[in-house]
Nanobody, 128 residues
Framework: VQLQASGGGLAQPGGSLRLSCEVS????????IAWFRQAPGKEREGVSCINRNDGSTAYADSVKGRFTTSRDNTGNTVHLQLNSLKPEDTAVYYCAAPDPMYYCPDDGRLEVFDFGSWGQGTLVTVSS
């Protein structure tokens, strides 16, 4: 299982960025792909999750209404659209895959320990 994140960069407050995660080596048992982020000096936190089979999604409260995750038709590329960015969104963003047959929780509460495969991270900086 391999994940490759891309698309980070510098954005102004209120601006937008689009992250992408290319996934490979998966079987159909691997359903969910999640995005996490880690700001300097803080713990890694879950941001969003998508079930690749039906496209259903879940989000952390801090990003609801601003971030949107989606997948392409193959389910091998997952995107995270970041809108209305705030300085506190500054972090390294990671895509991650959980154990097989894990489905995104309805409440959007993601735990790092449920995810065993990680991409390399992409830096998002929100600053004027």
């Amino acid at each position: 299982v391999q994940l490759q994140a891309s698309g980070g960069g510098l954005a102004q407050p209120g601006g937008s960025l689009r992250l992408s995660c290319e996934v490979s080596g998966f079987t159909s048992d691997y359903v969910a792909i999640a995005w996490f982020r880690q700001a300097p000096g803080k713990e890694r936190e879950g941001v969003s999750c998508i079930n690749r089979n039906d496209g259903s999604t879940a989000y952390a409260d801090s990003v609801k209404g601003r971030f949107t995750t989606s997948r392409d038709n193959t389910g091998n590329t997952v995107h995270l659209q970041l809108n209305s960015l705030k300085p506190e969104d500054t972090a390294v963003y990671y895509c991650a895959a959980p154990d097989p047959m894990y489905y995104c929780p309805d409440d959007g509460r993601l735990e790092v320990f449920d995810f065993g495969s990680w991409g390399q991270g992409t830096l998002v900086t929100v600053s004027s």
